[in-house]
Nanobody, 117 residues
Framework: QVQLVESGGGLVRVGGSLRLSCAASGSISAINTMGWFRQAPGNERELVATVTSGGTTNYADSVKGRFTISRDNAKNTVTLQMNSLTPEDTATYYC???????????WGKGTLVTVSS
């Protein structure tokens, strides 16, 4: 069983920064993608950023240039550095791991990010 545990959410003012971290534990294949999704009240869950085990990154247009995703394959961790935050970034952020070897998709419980104006 794979578990994802997020940390780092909180309240920040407009223009501020936050760093989210996610640690994965359990039986994880070497070929996988880790990433972050977010869901604001009344909205669907949307992709924020992903990074493959090979280091290829993908970002939503809304966060390009402001957010940076990185991972440590040895520790099975993924980090999202969020800068220049706006109220539109307010959401619950979910860590995700897609294990392609076993065709499984895992989610963390989420961490709330609130950006106040």
């Amino acid at each position: 069983q794979v578990q994802l545990v997020e940390s780092g959410g909180g309240l920040v003012r407009v223009g501020g920064s936050l760093r989210l971290s996610c640690a994965a534990s359990g039986s994880i294949s070497a070929i996988n993608t880790m990433g972050w999704f977010r869901q604001a009240p009344g909205n669907e869950r949307e992709l924020v950023a992903t990074v493959t085990s090979g280091g290829t990154t993908n970002y939503a247009d809304s966060v390009k240039g402001r957010f940076t995703i990185s991972r440590d394959n040895a520790k099975n961790t993924v980090t999202l550095q969020m800068n220049s935050l706006t109220p539109e970034d307010t959401a619950t952020y979910y860590c995700n791991l897609r294990d392609f070897m076993v065709a499984q998709n895992y989610w963390g419980k989420g961490t709330l990010v609130t950006v106040s104006s």
